[in-house]
């Protein structure tokens, strides 16, 4: 018998009107890697569960009844997310990959005031994505001083 999956504790869910398209979309544009689909009666898209790195989104199709999820496509490009995924360094690579298969750039790769360097961008469907590097290591203050906002911090509490 094989060890349970450890899976990630949060998983984005993402509506496309195309999700098939979307699927090998960002697996090409964006770096996932499909792990599974489930289709309907008519090649539709159910449930998809792709991975990039130690993260996971899920792509589905378009809603059914008891759902109220949608493509930006349908509510004249608005997203009410935007999913950001931490790279371990290749940024400007990864921008150009996107913008290869046809992401709009919305941000270009740049070095940020609390130290990361991040790019955005849009996909075929217009939701928003992110992506950072590590950049230059900050200290809180720094960053509170390099952005001219307060930063809280919160202290680490036991779940017992």
Not at 8 to 36: C, H, N, T
Not at 51 to 75: D, E, K, M, W
Not at 130 to 156: C, D, H, L, Y
């Amino acid at each position: 018998m094989s060890e349970p999956q450890v899976r990630p504790s949060v998983v984005p869910l993402l509506w496309y009107d195309k999700p098939r398209a979307a699927i090998a979309w960002l697996e090409a544009a964006l770096g996932f890697e499909p792990q599974m689909v489930v289709a309907d009666d008519s090649d539709g898209v159910i449930h998809s569960e792709l991975t990039f790195g130690r993260g996971a989104i899920y792509v589905v199709g378009p809603s059914s009844p008891g759902h109220n999820g949608a493509s930006p496509l349908q509510v004249d490009g608005r997203n009410t997310q935007n999913v950001h995924l931490n790279l371990e360094g290749g940024l400007d690579a990864h921008c150009e990959r996107a913008r290869a298969a046809g992401a709009k750039i919305l941000r270009e790769p740049a070095l940020q005031p609390y130290g990361d360097r991040v790019y955005t961008c849009v996909d075929l469907e217009q939701h928003n994505w992110s992506f950072s590097e590590p950049g230059v290591a900050m200290t809180t203050e720094q960053m509170a001083e390099a952005t001219g906002r307060r930063i809280e911090t919160v202290k680490e509490t036991s779940h017992g």
